[in-house]
């Protein structure tokens, strides 16, 4: 029995005889099959070929990546908190090596994932910290393609996950989109981890907002009001995205309303 794993957008399926004939994720819209065809690899081989990397990204905030580049490529955030390790997203590539290295930074109690393209290989994560439980959004249960008791789906707006951590749906890019709120990350000021909704961009000064990033499919104008609006009551200086070091240069939260103005404007409405 191997458990496989998606080579395209890094999701692990059950353990089987052989491979699944599909990915779902990567059939949806909102992602892609390779121009290969669908390919899968196993865990074990994912571990020869790669390994993850730790680096810091904030005040004990510290980024997990596996290298060199595996499937969609985002990084894991390990946060340090007073109640314990908390893991925001996910990576494919889980091995002995990435587990000594969070064991160090004071291991996981608890993990949350954005949205179902960064599921990957969550129950190999929570197993390999004592089956610690996973904090899905209820509107996205459809896509866990491996379902385990350590999941466990929430729904409505809002869910605190620690006494400083609160994840919030936004929605947009999936219904259950969800971002984590770090009240008392950099020094009290508060963190926002977003993941894709929004996206950090390249030049770090704004922020976007797509249905599809690799489709280039955007949301609505609706959407993008909803979004800021929700996000409007917390106080945040720093905002992450999902790659390695893209985290908003200056002001996030006026980043924020920049961003969805220009947003806007692009789509003929005035502002916000
Ligand atoms: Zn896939
Ligand atoms: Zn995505």
Not at 194 to 199: A, R, Y
């Amino acid at each position: 029995m191997t458990s496989y794993v998606c080579v395209t957008c890094g999701t692990q399926y059950p353990p089987a005889d052989r491979s699944p004939a599909h990915c779902p994720i990567c059939e949806d819209e909102r992602q892609y099959v390779g121009l290969n065809g669908q390919e899968w690899i196993s865990l074990d081989e994912l571990r020869q070929a790669h390994r993850n990397v730790l680096f810091e990204e904030g005040e004990g905030l510290w980024g997990i990546h596996t290298q060199p580049k595996f499937a969609i490529g985002q990084r894991a955030l390990l946060l340090e908190t007073a109640q314990g390790g908390f893991l925001w997203d996910c990576v494919s590539l889980i091995d002995k090596e990435t587990v000594k290295l969070v064991q160090e930074h004071g291991g996981i109690r608890a993990m949350a994932i954005s949205h179902p393209h960064y599921y990957t290989s969550m129950v190999e994560w929570s197993r390999a910290f004592g089956g610690v439980p996973i904090y899905l959004h209820d509107a996205d249960r459809q896509w866990v393609q491996r379902p385990d008791p350590a999941i466990e789906f929430w729904s409505g707006d809002t869910k605190k996950v620690g006494d400083d951590l609160t994840l919030i749906r936004v929605g947009g890019h999936f219904a259950g989109f969800q971002v984590l709120h770090w009240a008392s990350g950099e020094q009290g000021s508060g963190v926002l981890m977003t993941g894709d909704m929004p996206q950090v961009c390249p030049d770090r000064r704004y922020v976007s907002f797509m249905y599809s990033y690799p489709n280039f499919v955007p949301v609505s104008v609706a959407t993008v009001c909803d979004i800021v609006h929700r996000l409007e009551p917390y106080a945040f200086s720093k905002l992450h995205g999902a790659w390695p070091k893209f985290w908003v240069v200056g002001d996030p939260k006026e980043a924020l309303r920049r961003s969805a103005e220009r947003y806007l404007r692009a789509l003929g409405e005035q502002g916000l």
